[in-house]
């Protein structure tokens, strides 16, 4: 059974940071790239941040960009974002994500993800 649990949202202050963590089974997670998305109230859910399986290729959005950073540690099968100088509006809920296909580069569209975890909220005080 796949199952990807996110954990460490939480509130944080603008400029502060976070540490969100998502851990994979059911599936051979060094064999998959993994994206980070978020979603907020009335919004669609958009890309933050994805990586190869092994980590050769990273990708962010650009709103994210020099901000965030994603990795992922196999051995563990966890994948992380490491979440700086926050802002008010990076506020929402953020999901890790699995893509349908191992062995493919990471992609920033919500399509090409199969299984996702049941999202961890992040709220940014102004």
């Known amino acids: 059974q796949v199952q990807l649990v996110e954990s460490g949202g939480g509130l944080a202050p603008a400029g502060g940071s976070l540490r969100l963590s998502c851990a994979a089974s059911?599936?051979?997670?060094?064999?998959?790239?993994m994206g980070w998305f978020r979603q907020a109230p009335g919004k669609e859910r958009e890309f933050v941040a994805a990586?190869?399986?092994?980590?050769?290729?990273?990708y962010y959005s650009a709103s994210v960009k020099g901000r965030f950073t994603i990795s992922r540690d196999n051995a563990k099968n966890t994948v992380y974002l490491q979440m700086n100088s926050l802002k008010p509006e990076d506020s929402a809920v953020y999901y890790c994500?699995?893509?349908?296909?191992?062995?493919?580069?990471?992609?920033?569209?919500?399509?090409?993800?199969?299984?996702w975890g049941q999202g961890t909220q992040v709220t940014v005080s102004s």
């Open positions: 059911g599936r051979t997670f060094s064999s998959y790239s």
């Open positions: 990586l190869s399986w092994t980590s050769e290729r990273i």
């Open positions: 994500a699995w893509p349908s296909t191992p062995w493919r580069l990471p992609s920033t569209r919500v399509g090409e993800y199969a299984y």
